[in-house]
């Protein structure tokens, strides 16, 4: 079994900063990609950034030159540095998988979601 462990959400106030945090743990034989998605109460689930196995990333226009996603040398950890926070940033935020166990069988992992908001 698989589990994504979040960390770092909170309350900030806009033009702040807060940095998520998330932690496979389990039967892993490799990662493929990790990333971080968000939702609003009412409205889709995006994707704000996602990292993969060879270092590429990519981020949804709204947060370029403002998130910054990262992976640690084990790569089963992937950071969500965000900085310069907007309201419009406020939602639950989930990380997001795609991890192949030791049976070679791929699955698709979420994490259960931490709150971010940003006061205006």
């Known amino acids: 079994q698989v589990q994504l462990v979040e960390s770092g959400g909170g309350l900030v106030q806009a033009g702040g900063s807060l940095r998520l945090s998330c932690t496979a743990h389990?039967?892993?034989?490799?990662?493929?990609?990790m990333g971080w998605y968000r939702q609003v109460a009412g409205k889709q689930r995006e994707m704000v950034a996602r990292?993969?196995?060879?270092?590429?990333?990519n981020y949804v226009d709204s947060v370029l030159g403002r998130f910054t996603i990262s992976r640690d040398n084990a790569k089963t950890t992937v950071l969500l540095q965000m900085n310069s926070l907007r309201s419009e940033d406020t939602a639950v935020y989930y990380c997001?998988?795609?991890?192949?166990?030791?049976?070679?069988?791929?699955?698709?992992?979420w994490g259960q979601g931490t709150q971010v908001t940003v006061s205006s």
């Open positions: 997001n998988a795609y991890i192949k166990g030791y049976s070679g069988i791929d699955a698709e992992y």
């Open positions: 389990g039967s892993i034989f490799s990662i493929d990609r």
């Open positions: 990292i993969l196995s060879d270092g590429r990333t």
